[in-house]
């Protein structure tokens, strides 16, 4: 059995949710894992597992619903001198202690020295490579955005053994790479994957930006029976909107069935109604190329609709064309988990540093 140290991007949940995925396969095959994760990320793994170390994590900085890149990288540098020297110091007390024959991330940026300094194997699994690792069509416009996002993926680290990129989309890999990523479907949580998908009547809305609150009042005016979570809205119904308290179960139920979903560009939420069946109206985050990318490939591939800024004659597209986005989603439903896919490559590696 291995020892094997992860870690974990706590930004957000879309990290933590997949990484507990495949933590439960590694402990269900009897390895040891000891987790390194920050602020969203710590608070969620920490409720399942005692083995979790909180560390320094980035901080994102907005600007309204815009991601203001040059204010995250000065709140970064600023709040991250003394925070960075006690992370390396966990982490490498961490390592002599606990001796791991493996290091996993899953876009943390600590866990990857462990290979330089310790000469450990390391391996990467996470979403965000697919924009330094291959080839993807955008609109021009977006060029100043790809070039920032691909900017801070490439210097997140870049000396991983080998690359394993989840996604629901699946560009051409570039040359330099081929032999270092590998692009599989998306990894998703126990929970979806024992829900029984239905088709009910309802809209599902997850959204917490403004610009989704727009999307909120579009479907207002549609009369269209909507479910919606992530609003600060007492729980109860209001008009044709029912708004709900936050609920791991009861938002997965009402996934499961319903009709189609709004929510933003996040990838973890997007590869789960995918999963379940479910057409998707997206509202990406501007500036935030990896939801806008998300938001494209969506639409490229016939799957839903995107706006940047939600509007009406485009939500009453997205309605009227559900039938025909369904169809494109049967089409490619063996895409749309990746699990064993995953699971079964990691039981190979981890077989062959025991030999």
Not at 193 to 213: F, M, V
Not at 217 to 224: D, H, N, S, T, V
Request: aromatic share 12%; net charge positive.
């Amino acid at each position: 059995m291995a020892r094997i140290i992860y870690g974990v991007q706590g930004e957000g949940r879309g990290h933590s949710s997949r990484s507990k995925i495949i933590i439960e396969h590694l402990l269900d095959q009897g390895h040891e894992v000891r987790i390194l994760t920050s602020q969203k990320g710590y608070a969620y793994l920490s409720q399942f597992y005692d083995d979790v170390t909180a560390i320094m994590g980035l901080k994102f900085v907005f600007d309204g619903d815009q991601l203001d890149v040059l204010k995250t990288l000065q709140k970064n540098l600023q709040d991250g001198s003394t925070d960075a020297g006690k992370t390396l110091k966990a982490l490498f007390s961490g390592i002599k202690s606990f001796d791991p024959h493996l290091a996993i991330t899953d876009f943390e940026p600590f866990v990857p020295y462990a290979k330089t300094l310790y000469n450990l194997p390391f391996i990467s699994i996470n979403h965000q490579h697919v924009i330094s690792h291959y080839h993807l069509e955008y609109p021009y416009r977006w060029r100043g955005d790809y070039l920032k996002a691909r900017a801070v993926v490439d210097n997140m680290y870049w000396f991983a053994d080998h690359y394993y990129v989840t996604s629901f989309f699946f560009p051409e890999v570039r040359r330099r790479f081929r032999r270092r990523s590998s692009l599989v479907g998306p990894i998703l949580r126990r929970e979806v994957l024992r829900q029984k998908r239905a088709k009910g009547d309802h809209i599902l809305i997850y959204a917490t930006t403004p610009e989704s609150r727009r999307a909120l009042e579009l479907a207002q005016e549609m009369k269209a029976p909507c479910v919606a979570y992530g609003f600060e809205e007492p729980a109860g119904r209001r008009g044709n909107i029912t708004f709900k308290k936050p609920s791991t179960r009861g938002f997965l139920r009402d996934a499961a069935e319903a009709r189609a979903i709004i929510t933003n560009g996040g990838y973890t939420l997007m590869s789960e109604a995918l999963y379940l069946g479910k057409p998707v109206y997206s509202i990406p985050i501007g500036s935030q190329f990896e939801q806008m990318m998300n938001g494209y490939y969506l639409e490229k591939l016939g799957y839903g609709l995107f706006d940047l800024e939600p509007r009406r004659e485009r939500l009453r597209m997205f309605l009227d064309g559900l039938a025909y986005f369904r169809k494109n989603i049967r089409r490619d439903r063996d895409r749309f988990c990746s699990n064993q896919e995953l699971f079964a490559e990691l039981d190979r590696l981890i077989a062959d540093l025991n030999r």
